[in-house]
């Protein structure tokens, strides 16, 4: 494998540092994590420490720069014909032992023309490398293949793995938040080992929730989830038809490309990623001080029944009270030490080289986080292994096998823990001296939820092999086949403990008693294959450029779900599923599903003296999901482009505007989102008894659609590149609209029907809007800009329902309209006024509840007919972000590294509910903000006056909403790279250390009620609270 | 030659894994059972008819929540859509008015389809497929009387409905409804038997005496009464002499229950206990409560009034001397808890009962004691009690209030009454000599308020008597000794129980019909 000789003993050492390292890694008991990797770091010093070179070479060195003498850190530096490669340091500085003083070095760089040079016999080489006009040979990977970046004529975003992985994340969505124009990612918080990440590519398309992008990792469909950012080489957003087309029938919400990284011709090469992270709850509600809780209950009390419930004295009491056992704070779970600051830890080591036969990467990770609220936690498992084989010149074979293991244990329920954090533990001791829990007067405590209620454990293995060969027939024109096999093994485990809780007053009286424990253990297994099979032929002569894609693919899914339960186990730490009561009480149940995709696709790309660009795509689709006749649908798309730089008449100003480009596409792609089997009529299992004794039955619950077809957007782009001044500045623009048809819509039916209603074919949605992505960077001798800024604008609206809506979803909490000529789930409530400030305007006015009084909320009579009731309801503002932008900023000085992502959102509500809104009206959490209720003395209050158990203020209406516009720090990250004398003795390549901070500051109104902007699911703010993380890491280069 | 091998290796790739199957994107199902595929069998359409046999209740909430919507009750918990109509707030989009609704229809559908497809096969017994299509017609007069009483005019498909004949159909008067739920319900009762082949199965006697209630209801008085007594003319039902016993495992499927909703333990369960089980048994919900009302409507044993002066009413001692089945039905101060604990609701006892001592303790000072079991305390959620729809001493009383409505007062009438009152752990003194009807009337529904509290009834009572107006306003709760020896009074201060007669009396149609379905009209008021 090693065929240069010199390299043995170092990679020898290497592989030696690796497997330790990896053993540390994968070490169950990996526990104390921040002293492994200092161990395992220092071991690797001694190591390397110990090289000596016993062969007599001859030592290159210099410094390879760009034209103007900038070193070039990173540059690739190869002794030509041989494995044997270097990279240049930060300062451009490298050193390569050659074999032979006639040597040539090949020099390579990104965005530079490749140089060689011959040595001739000299020990010092120094490098100038021209920068390659515009990034010409930057590639860009697309659909079922690649092409040069500057003969694009679609709208496509790449981010490069590197931009990647400098965010200390744990999903890899979250580095993509404020990095790509277009592309919105939510993320909504949630427990250790759970991802609930929204990505939405060009705003949300279809009615019927299916909206994530297709997301293909290396030609196949995977979850980007989870992924080991390390992994990745680059990643590529479709945008719009003209790229997605030839994903057809999957493509509608746009694409997400992922190439992960392939082992390299060259030296083998290990790096390590390491880093020991803080996380600690984000958002710390305040609660209202003591004295004003009280007082504020007894208007409330007074308000409602005409009476307040504490005296003066007990006030006084209470809040100069020092016992806070006899007088608990009304709630003390964000100050106290509840929430506590949890550890996450991460190592990932890359091993990589090879030869011009074989090649391969290996890459061992394993992540380690603590949840911030008690017993949660999770930790993954992944190892990658991507080799490639020449097995002869014209053939190639790939073989990549990726194994991730994740095991998450929570809580039973973990939302449960913060919903009673919040809603329902209103004056609780946490714990008694002794040890007893506290609970509320309905037998509630976070604290005793998250210790005593069970165990929530999902487990989940991932496999996948992915097989691939590439034969160059004739010279031109290759043929690819691929098969890959995915294969998710999920398992949950909900044990459910028996446990009772005595009051610390009085031990004999029992205030919880949950008296029989019990397990619920599902296993779902998920299988998928594909098959692609493609034929490329590319042709030059004169000034035309011709690439041909013929392709077919096959994908076959198929998932099987058994879950089983049984209760009463000897105790609660029995905890398998055949030690529970073999009796009545044990149940089990499944389902199974499959569904298949076969598909016929093209390409077509032309140019032109490099000028002049077209592209057709096709994509031909069959999917089993819809009955035949119509299963099969086709997707053609359409695009071309003008280098307007390249003509002739730009001559005069190609100094200044090097690449400028004008470009157009129009094209279909579908969502086949349906569930499958619905153009079936089914009958369902329904239980029932008689005298006792269980009976089968069977009934069709749901609304059979035999004509169910596929969903088609049509999408139009016009877009321009731009770059000036040799790449300082860098502008891409678009303009988009995309029209779904079809929709695929679970259309509320009449509830006369008596059936459920499943998915048709119905409406219209439009997509309009505009991105802007702009590059700026510079570098003023030491210090180096390079920043980018990208804003996307998008409007979506419901165009047509077919003749049916609108409908309405949800209820007072919060309630949202899909109707023609309004965004997609818009809010929908009643208009207000402010509150009624007399009798006499009360009584002038139509009132929701009869019995209103000044201070209630003045709900408009939009109609004017008298009476308040849904008729009056307007729609009230948008539920999804129409802005979204985001700023990436690097400055580099020195050594030192500083990185800044600003992200954020805007044009959209969010909508606060439950205990932050209520302001006490039940036993909830009461925030400071709810403070400044109305009074007679208060008129201009925020909220209204406090009311007991009665929620008519709380009807969803504009009052309620909150504007979700943020912007926030989402990442700042300060980077050190130790200097090359220091690294040097101890043979390591390179070596940086990082500190990192996310979400460190936030501009929003939710700040109001101490809220995450980015958490708005049901706005109850009850579910996993999110973190905000400190790193501390190092990347270091063998 | 070994170019050829590389070849041939990316060949047998394609090979391998190609799937060359005409028939690749044919998926069928195999965990659901597809309709073409089914209605083969006796089997089949005897399965399909046990799958619409819960729809003669949705769900233990559908029981309870009726009465604490009426006088006699209230529901505990005021963010509940029940508390809510119970306060008068609700409108069309309220979604426990959107789910009665469609559950009826839900039901209507299922026997729709049910009858379309049943005659697809040549059965091997001609009279059972009679027999089960009779059961079903059932099921869905059932569902027509809830919606007639609750809405009025409603749309009355009485065929399979497709989605476009879905969004046109019109409301059916209400009267046409009530002459399809007599003729079906008169048709099926031809059919059915009058013993069950199986427990739980809907008999001749079911049939007769949901169109007793229905006829009853319609106003329709001499035809209720000639209802009724088919029913007792069937000899097969008696008053189970227990009544404190009825409502527990030990008299189920007793000669009293005509029809009820079956349920058993881990295999089709309800929640009955989790909804109404005093907080100090169950922290957890407790949802629905007696009031003040609903307990001092039981007379003495005696029979008087409590406010008789001679009743020997001892307001030191209130629940002493009184009906027996104020006990059965109703937890009191002082009494026996099924866990052998006292219950004790004072405020300040220090029990999870005390008033203001929670959110889910009682407001009133009472508690439901009907359907609570020992055998169901231990997992309140997993309740096997069958919860009764229809029993005997409904229909004799129904017969009672019947006659007397149809002024057509004989004998009969008392002796119906007496029945009920006589039973043996009830024995209350028989009513005599009575003529006059106003004083009748006013007996017959006394008899039904505490002879069928919480059963589900009372809420369609008082709206049917036109009476629901009259019970409003102020909630009060049990009367005890305070600190201070003073007997006080508990007043739920604040909240209003409301109804406003012009509106009222019918539910409004569900906002989201109206939106669908442009040919359907809003009742008045709303």
Redesign the interface.
Known sequence: MFNNAKGNYGNLLKIKVFVFISLAVLNPNYGNHCSDVTMVTSTILDINDGIENNYPQQIIKGIVTDEAGIPLAGANIVEKGTTNGVTADFDGNYSIDISDGNATLVVSFIGYTTKEVAVNGQTTVNIALEESSTGLDEVVVVGYGTQKKVSLTSAVASVNGEDLRKRTVTKIEQSLQGNVSGLTVQDLGGAPGTSRMNLRIRGVTTLSGNNEPLVIIDGIEQPLTNINPNDIESLTVLKDASSTAIYGSRASNGVVLVTTKRGKEGKVSVSLNSYYGIQKSNNNPVHMGLEDYMRMQNIAWTN????PIYTEEYIQEYINATDRIKYPLPNTWFDGDFLKNAPQTSTSVTISGGTDKMSSLLTVRHLDEDGIIPHSNANTTDIRFNSDFQ??P??K?SSDVNYRYIHAANPLDPDRVTLDMLQRSQWIVPKYPDGTYGV????RSPLMYADLAGANNKYQNYFLAN?K?E?EIVNGLK?T?Q?GIRTTLDKQKRYSNKFEIFAYQ?PS?R??NN??NSLIEDRNDDRE?T?N?LFNYSKTFGGHDFNMLAGYS?I?HTESILSARRQNFYSNDIQSISQGAND??K?NG???????L?SYFGRLNYSFLNRYLFEANIRYD???RFA?GN?YSTFPSLSAGWRISEEEFWSGLKETVGEFKLRGSYGKSGNQAVA??SY?????A????????????????L??NRDISWETTTQTDIGMDLTMFKGKISLTADYYHKKTEDILLIV????????QSTARNTGRVDNTGWEFSLGLRNDYGDFKVDTNFNFSINNNEVDDLAG???Y?QG?NESRFITKEGLPIMSWWGYKTDGYFQTPEEVAGYPK????AQPGDVKFVDNNGDGVI??DDMVYLGESFPKYNFGANLNFTYKPFTLSMLFQGAAGYNARLGGALAEMGI??GFTHEVTGDYWTPDNPNARFPRPL?????NIIMSDRDLLNGNYLRLKNIQLEYRLPKSLIDVVGIQSANVYLATTNLLTFSQLNDFDIDPEERVSGRAQTYPQTSITTLGVNINF | M??LR??L??IF??A????CDDN????P????????F?WNSDN?AI????????FLLQDAMNFAMWDAMSDIGHVTL??RQESIIERG?H???S?TI?RI??FA??????V??FLANVDDFVPASPSLIERLKAEMRVIRAKQYIDLAMLFGDV?M?TSE?T?EE??V?TRTPVSEVWDFISSELTSAAAVLPTTAS????ITKGAALGLKTRALLYAGRYNEAAEAAKEVIDLGVYHLYPSYENLFTYDAQ?SSEVILDR???????QSNIYDLTTP?SLW??TNDFVPTKLGVDIYKMANGKDIIDPSSGFDPNNPYSGRDPRLGYNIFTIGSVLPNGLIYDSRPGS?T?DAVG?????TFSGFNVKKYLTPEDS??PNNC?INLILLRYADVLLMYAEAKVEANDIDQSVLDAINEVRSRPDVNMPAISGLSDQAELRQIVRDERVVELAFEGLRYFDIKRWKIAENLTGTIFGMTYENNDGNLTTIE?????K?FNKDRDYLWPI????L???PNLTQNPG?
């Open positions: 409602s029944s005409g009476s097995v002869h014209k053939i074979i509320s007067s309905d037998g097989l060969g034969w043929f086949m098969y009085d009286k205030l919880v008296p029989i294959t098959l099979a096959e076959d009545a009480t149940d499944g389902s199974d599903l499959e569904w298949r076969r069959g999917s089993s035949s299963e499958p089997y079936l009529a089914t009958l369902n329904q239980n029932y008894s008689f005298g006792g004794t269980a009976v089968q039955g069977y009934r069709q619950t609304l059979a509320p039916v009449p509830a006369t029907l008596g059936l049916t809506g609108p309405i209820g929701i509840i009869a019995s009731n849904p039940w036993g007991k158990f009665d929620l008519r | 070994k170019y590389h070849r290796l990316i790739m394609i391998i894994f190609a799937n690749f994107l044919d998926t199902p195999n965990d659901r059972i597809v309709s073409e089914f089949d399965m399909a008819s046990n799958a619409l046999y819960p005021q963010w707030f409108n069309a989009a979604p959107a609704w469609s229809y839900e039901g209507i559908q299922g729709n389809i749309p498909p409905l989605l879905s969004l159909l199986q427990t739980g199965r499927n079956q349920y058993t333990q881990n295999v089709n907080n922290p957890q220090g999870g001592s929670s959110e889910n303790s231990s997992n096997g739920l201060t604040g909240f209003n409301a569900p906002f989201n019909e939106v669908l379905n709303w």
